[in-house]
C-alpha cells in the first residue's frame, strides 16, 4: 500500500521497515521533498562559508614507488577533510567496473519487494543487506539513497549468497 507522503510514520514504515527503499517511493510519482528528508537548518552545508576544494585525482599506480608516502598522504587528507577521492590508474579493468554498474542497475531496477527480501533485519544471508538509511531510526533526516552491502569472503560463497543480479 502507498504511503501518505505527508504522514512522517506512514513514509518511514514504507520506505524503511518495509524495505521499499527511496526509489520506489520516487517512484510513486513526488513533487516535493518528504519532510523526513530535509535537513534540519542548522546540520545544512552554510553555502557562503563553503570554499572549493583543489584535490586533484590521485594517481594509484605511485603507491608501490618511491612517492608511497606522499599518495598515502594524499589519500588520508583527503579521506578526513573531504570525505572522498578519486583514484586514477588503480589498474582495475573498465569493463569490470562496467559490469559492477550493470550488476547495480539490474539490482535496483527490480521491483522493491525483490530488493526487501535482503533489508538488514531479515535477509538471508549474513553477507548481503539493503537498506535505505544506516541507523534511520536515530537519524535528523533519512538519507536519500538506498544501498546494497555485500560481505565477499570466496568466489563459492558469494556465488551461493549474492542476490543473482549482482553476480
Not at 518511514?12 to 520516487?26: H, I, L, Q, S, Y
Request: with cysteine; aromatic share 8%.
Amino acid at each position: 500500500m502507498a504511503p501518505s507522503l505527508d504522514d512522517g510514520s506512514s513514509l518511514f514504515n514504507f520506505v524503511v521497515r518495509d524495505g521499499n527503499g527511496v526509489k520506489a517511493m520516487v517512484d510513486l510519482g513526488l513533487s516535493k521533498v518528504p519532510e523526513p528528508y530535509i535537513q534540519p537548518l542548522k546540520e545544512r552545508i552554510d553555502k557562503q562559508k563553503a570554499t572549493r576544494h583543489e584535490h586533484l585525482p590521485i594517481d594509484f599506480s605511485r603507491l608501490n614507488g618511491p612517492d608511497h608516502d606522499e599518495v598515502v598522504k594524499e589519500i588520508v587528507t583527503a579521506a578526513e577533510t573531504l570525505g572522498f577521492f578519486q583514484l586514477v590508474n588503480h589498474g582495475v579493468p573498465v569493463d569490470l567496473l562496467e559490469s559492477l554498474k550493470d550488476a547495480a542497475h539490474n539490482f535496483f531496477g527490480q521491483p522493491s519487494e525483490k530488493n526487501a527480501v535482503y533489508r538488514k533485519e531479515v535477509s538471508p544471508s549474513p553477507l548481503v543487506k539493503y537498506g535505505t538509511s544506516f541507523i534511520p531510526e536515530k537519524e535528523k533526516a533519512l538519507e536519500w539513497k538506498d544501498y546494497i552491502s555485500m560481505v565477499h569472503t570466496n568466489d563459492a560463497e558469494a556465488l551461493e549468497q549474492w542476490p543473482k543480479e549482482c553476480r
